[in-house]
């Protein structure tokens, strides 16, 4: 069974840093798009960033264009998400999936909490 596992989060004061982790499990993970997802309490769930075979085609959205870096790394089954200039709206739980925009409706995993607060 496909299985995502992210860890990572913690509390981290505004202007800070994080790197967050997933580790995948279940699928070829070298031949599978992969996205990263954030949602926060009482809102809807948002796409942040997408990564396609080999590092080829990346894709952020705009709120973290420019702080966060996605990558992958194929030979660990493991996708990263490097987090900088973190502002308190950054708090959120934070998933990782296969897919772009939506994600396989199946395979969400429990997410890692990143909290942003002085």
């Known amino acids: 069974q496909v299985q995502f596992v992210e860890s990572g989060g913690g509390l981290v004061q505004p202007g800070g840093s994080l790197r967050l982790s997933c580790t995948a499990s279940?699928?070829?993970?070298?031949?599978?798009?992969m996205s990263w997802y954030r949602q926060a309490p009482g809102k809807e769930r948002e796409w942040l960033a997408t990564i396609g075979w080999s590092s080829i085609y990346i894709n952020y959205a705009d709120s973290v264009k420019g702080r966060f870096t996605i990558s992958r790394d194929n030979a660990k089954s493991t996708l990263y998400l490097e987090m900088s200039t973190l502002k308190p709206e950054d708090t959120a739980s934070y998933y990782c999936?296969?897919?772009?925009?939506?994600?396989?409706?199946?395979?969400w995993g429990r997410g890692t909490q990143v909290t942003v607060s002085s």
């Open positions: 999936n296969r897919g772009g925009f939506q994600g396989n409706p199946v395979d």
């Open positions: 279940g699928l070829s993970f070298s031949t599978t798009i």
